[in-house]
């Protein structure tokens, strides 16, 4: 039977991008003359370029049609993502093998389902 990972109770309720957002406006507030470049979360003031907003709608046309759907990806991510995302690579004289590339929903998720295995009663 499972356990729970114990360490999970020392972590401090706290969430990384509201605690950036705290301390930015505290800044700016005390130096309201200073100009502040924000590197940090990123920039969602100008809309999606037009060519990523076609491939979404090209995108979901294909979700919407039974002869390309396409369904749950496999565990790694779509193979033609992949091997794009290797020929991307080459272009720089990078070579990275498609087999080593994996597409998921992002690192949040991924580090947050790896902190589970690491109770010492469980075995995975």
Avoid: W
Wanted: aromatic share 10%.
């Amino acid at each position: 039977m499972a356990k729970v990972n114990q360490n999970f109770d020392n972590l401090v309720p706290n969430y990384l991008f509201a605690e950036i957002a705290k301390r930015v406006n505290r800044y700016v507030a005390e130096h309201p003359d200073n100009h502040l470049i924000r590197l940090g979360i990123g920039d969602v003031t100008l809309p999606l370029a037009p060519v990523v907003v076609e491939a979404m709608k090209k995108g979901c046309d294909e979700l919407g049609c039974k002869e390309t759907f396409k369904g749950y990806p496999d565990y790694e991510g779509y193979e033609f993502l992949r091997e794009a995302i290797s020929g991307y690579y080459k272009r720089f004289g990078v070579t990275v093998d498609p087999d080593e590339i994996m597409v998921n929903d992002g690192a949040k998720s991924d580090a947050g389902n790896m902190g589970d295995i690491f109770s010492k009663d469980n075995i995975v």
